[in-house]
């Protein structure tokens, strides 16, 4: 999910991304691995986003971004994150594949709850959508 928040009263974005089927890569390849992966992502997600606002790794394999800047850009810059994430996946064949939801946060109209509420709804339905292409393909 994407997660905003916003200092100063300020409209703000945020992004979530949890991994697909995290915990299999540690029970199929081990914990070592499982690290690799999680550094990986991460240092993706760092290169993809902290340029715009705050990047953030929150229990197991879930990532936040909060994103303080260009938030009209918000797809652009999944699209590359994806892009980098392929091009890490060339290296290594075993990376899971990432799901990301994002909400717009107003502190007006909202609290941060609701805009994490929003932002995970939109991330599962994303994971959801990606499990049914993979089980379509088999």
Do not use: W
């Amino acid at each position: 999910s994407v997660h905003a928040t916003s200092a100063h009263h300020r409209k703000g974005c945020g992004v979530d991304g949890s991994t697909f089927y995290c915990f299999c890569i540690n029970d199929t390849y081990g914990h070592a691995f499982g690290d690799k992966v999680l550094k990986t992502i991460g240092g993706n997600i760092k290169k993809q986003y902290s340029r715009y606002g705050k990047c953030f790794r929150y229990g197991g394999d879930e990532f936040c971004v909060i994103l303080t800047q260009d938030m009209e850009k918000v797809e652009a810059m999944n699209q590359e994150f994806f892009d980098k994430m392929k091009l890490s996946r060339k290296k290594e064949n075993h990376l899971p594949e990432v799901s990301i939801g994002y909400a717009y946060y107003n502190p007006e109209t909202q609290s941060i709850q609701d805009v994490v509420a929003e932002a995970d709804q939109m991330m599962y339905e994303k994971k959801e959508e990606r499990k049914r292409k993979a089980t379509s393909k088999e």
